[in-house]
């Protein structure tokens, strides 16, 4: 008898533990105020003025949702506003991972938005993977991404061979007087230097170009002479050029002084920012450039987007729309999951398009765990990044650099 009088009082105590589970759980549902976001970036350290334009983007749609009332999740039955948790990753990888371990651990983020560069992202989407959060990634190289098959991110990001073919299609479409004649190739010796001139290489076959000179810049260098002095003699007319923007702007200006004219120039990674214009001034007219986006492109919010940065900065800017277009997806992710869940989001990521984005239309590949967007071409123009290519019907036209004498 006391056998079964001890298995009933251990049955009502289950019970009351069990209601007491659900009712604790109710709770703490009901006492959830905030959707945490953090992301690991550098805004400390060599890296850090490219990351300017992407922290503004950030909390330009976390301001934006916010005035909404949040992010409304179906686990809580209401609307939550977003809190967005910067960590400095101080420009250093290992500093990164440290960032984004301590936005799980202590800030006990519900998700977390792109840090910048391959250098970064891969790591800090190991963590994530270390600790089975949901990382949305951007600004990393697919191929070196891929290669690690994580199991909890996404990456949203340019196609390396189609990023590589667009020097080649705006040369198709320039008239045959201004397209250059002998062209050089210059990539600086980091990971995304190497990978880039792998792949122009290959483009530049594909489309029938060939290079008269194929050297490496030097990262950091204070005299580029002798290698613009090579140009000179070999009459290389124009150029390739993948380097930060303090090396494009050294390598310019020591041009200009060796007299050496070209009718084509394109940079990659250095020659989009302002400062690289602001620095040289006239001597930038006609440079063209890589870049993520343009308040000219015909998607929603973009216009708006772009005049609402101008006017804070007095500039404008190829790259914010891609960082407010990663939160657009993350936050109607999280809607359609409805819930927090790490798992739940990303599947929402992968299953999901994302209508109207200030990138356009987006839908991930399940297969990939990626979604694309078109590198573009920019040309440098009275102060202005016009967009080059693909060309906007009605738009600019690209043109050959004029000679320093002639400026």
Known sequence: MKLKSDFTKFGFYLLILALLTLATGSVWAAD?????????????????GGTLEQKWAYEQAVADINKEGGIYVKQYDKKLPVKLIIADAESDPGKAVAATERLIKVDKVDAILSGFTTNHVIPTCMTADKYKKYYHATTCLIPPWAEQKFKWSTLFFFDIMQAASVPYEVLNIMPDTDRPKKLAILMEDTIDGRAFGGAFKAQAEKYGYKFAVDEPLAVGAKDYSSQILKLKTKKIDG???????????????????????????HGYKGTWAHEFYNALGPDAEGVLMDGFWSEDLPYPGAKELGTRYAKEFGKHSVSIGLY???????????????ALDSAKIKEAVLTHEFKGTVLGDVKYNKETNTAIHLLRAFQWHEGYQEVAFPALEGGWKVQAIQPWNKR
């Open 32 to 48: 959830k105020t905030e959707i945490r976001i953090g992301t690991p970036l550098p805004v400390t350290g060599i890296l850090a």
């Open 239 to 265: 150029i390739l050029i993948f380097g930060a923007d303090g090396d494009c702007v050294t390598f310019v200006r020591q041009m200009k002084e060796a007299g050496l004219n070209v009718k084509y120039f």
């Open 324 to 338: 407010y277009a990663l939160c657009q997806i993350l936050w109607e992710a999280i809607e359609k999951a409805g």
